[in-house]
């Protein structure tokens, strides 16, 4: 049963967080390795995927073009556009490292990503992922099939946009709603401002 929190449709057991201070602890419980699966909402503009990638310690903005962007800290940022034997060979390249997965709704519309992300979002501690084609043969170092224990965390703006696949993680994912007030955005915006002026000097 689903319930309504202003303008987003929730499933009845996720968390509504409203404070950058507790989000943060949910996104390093995720990154310490305590969460397996987590499904981050909420609407576009609070600093979701900053929020994301600084407790992961992956590098860059989301202006990057690169749409899987890595880090010395071995976590992976995949982004909606990316197409998916490059996800798979980099699903392998960083087996059992944290997978931040942004934009869900454009990876979940390409079925070769759905076939992966179906196993990778399993909750069971090793997870198979396999590529079927001829690709891997031509790609030696790339094996057809390899088994990975990543935790992973879906990045969303709304729920009801989302689709039928992609509800099917409502009864394995850990759901976590961010509806920060105007207040506590801009507050959060001013201290980004203010570490951005001190790193100029």
Known sequence: M??????????????VVTTY??????????A????????L???HGTGKTHGVKQALGIAG????EDDLAENSF????????????GLYVKLWEYRNCPVVID???????KPDCVRLLKPLCNTTPVKRLTWFTNTTHR???VPDSFTTTSNVILIANEWHTLNANVRALEDRAIIICFEPSNLEVHNKVAEWFDDQEEETW
Request: charged fraction near 30%; aromatic fraction near 8%; avoid cysteine.
């Open 41 to 43: 909402l909420g609407r």
């Open 74 to 85: 071995g976590a992976l940022y995949v982004e909606g556009h990316a197409q998916p034997y």
């Open 2 to 15: 689903a319930r309504k929190n202003n303008t987003i449709e929730l499933p009845s057991d996720a968390i």
């Open 21 to 30: 201070a507790a989000l943060e602890r949910y996104l390093l419980k995720f």
């Open 139 to 141: 790609s030696p170092d």
């Open 32 to 39: 310490e390795g305590e969460l397996d699966l987590v499904l």
């Open 103 to 109: 934009d869900l709704d454009k990876l979940y519309a």
């Open 61 to 64: 903005t989301e202006n990057d």
